[in-house]
């Protein structure tokens, strides 16, 4: 991969623009420790808003009034099933608006880093976008077959509540593009100031299957190892369309159908869904048990040959 991944060349306009932008000093104070604690800072600080946002909903709805010989009081009763409900769940969706705001505002005021330069170009948008949802379909659909087949999950009618679903897919949009701007188009230009963009994808990717290490169930080796994966082929994507969009669009598409179509957890994460799904316990290898298809070695496969193709597509592009 060394032809491919240096900080000077492959990655066309996005690595352009994000080198002339910082410029290519190996003395420069941000190293990779400090380019990493940024963005874990920057991601902290928006989840703040979530936090504010999911306290203010989960107290609204667990508070309620009672009557006492003293007068009026209220009950606080609060749950796992009440943190990990439909509506809960949706909210943190739609707040990850701020986690595009508070990274898109510090890169460019702050770092003085271009738009093009985090992939925010318009060209091909509206292609590379569906490019990168029909590709997460695919890949979906195929993952579906698999377990079908093997006996691994199996799947029923469920009755959907359609207006709900709607607002789930609005919010994988904000979702897969916000951790995307943050791991791929922050992190990559961040780090290749010093380093080159084989480092800044490893150490991105690594990055990103630690954040989802805690999420609420089922995390396992291999999920750890199929989150890197999906760091590192997302990160692929990025270089290879030079835009945000084509990454942007997989991720968001990856969750939506994986939970919202299929009705298995996203990343540990249960989903309202179009069908249920039942799990077979004893072939966790194959569904993921707990934390979904991407605790699964299917998946595990399907990333591993993702990159591999990409790292051609890029070499060839290159050449």
């Given at each position: 991969m060394k032809g491919i991944y240096e900080a000077s060349s492959g990655m066309g306009e996005v690595s352009e623009s994000a080198l002339k932008t910082y410029g290519k000093d190996k003395k420069t104070n941000n190293n990779l420790f400090i380019s990493i604690s940024k963005a874990v800072g920057l991601f902290f600080a928006s989840q703040m808003f979530s936090m504010i946002l999911i306290t203010v909903y989960l107290v609204h709805t667990s508070l309620t009034k009672k009557e006492t010989a003293e007068?009026?009081?209220?009950?606080?009763?609060?749950?796992?099933?009440?943190?990990?409900?439909?509506?809960?769940?949706?909210?943190?969706?739609?707040?990850?608006i701020f986690m595009i705001a508070i990274f898109v505002l510090y890169a460019r005021f702050k770092e003085k880093l271009s738009f093009r330069s985090l992939g925010f170009v318009t060209k091909n948008?509206?292609?590379?976008?569906?490019?990168?949802?029909?590709g997460a379909s695919l890949c979906m659909l195929v993952l579906a077959?698999?377990?079908?087949?093997?006996?691994?999950?199996?799947?029923?009618?469920?009755?959907?509540?359609?207006?709900?679903?709607?607002?789930?897919?609005?919010?994988?949009?904000i979702q897969g593009l916000a951790e995307e701007v943050m791991c791929r188009g922050f992190l990559i230009a961040h780090i290749t100031r010093r380093y080159s963009v084989k480092t800044a994808v490893i150490a991105s990717s690594i990055l990103f299957a630690l954040l989802h290490a805690f999420n609420p169930s089922g995390i396992s080796l291999v999920a750890l190892i199929n989150l890197f994966l999906f760091g590192v082929f997302a990160s692929q994507m990025f270089l290879y369309s030079e835009n945000i969009w084509l990454c942007a669009g997989f991720h968001t598409v990856w969750n939506y159908v994986q939970g919202n179509v299929l009705g298995v957890p996203v990343s540990g994460v249960p989903i309202p869904s179009f069908f249920k799904m039942t799990a077979n316990e004893n072939m966790s290898l194959i569904n993921g048990g707990n934390f979904g298809l991407e605790g699964g070695i299917p998946v595990t496969i399907i990333l591993a040959a993702g990159c591999v193709i990409l790292y051609f597509l890029i070499k060839r592009k290159k050449k």
């Open positions: 007068g009026v009081g209220f009950n606080f009763s609060l749950g796992k099933s009440e943190i990990l409900s439909a509506n809960s769940i949706l909210i943190i969706l739609l707040s990850e948008l509206p292609l590379s976008y569906l490019a990168g949802g029909a077959l698999i377990c079908k087949a093997t006996g691994a999950m199996t799947f029923t009618h469920d009755a959907a509540n359609t207006p709900l679903l709607i607002l789930f897919a609005i919010g994988f949009v």
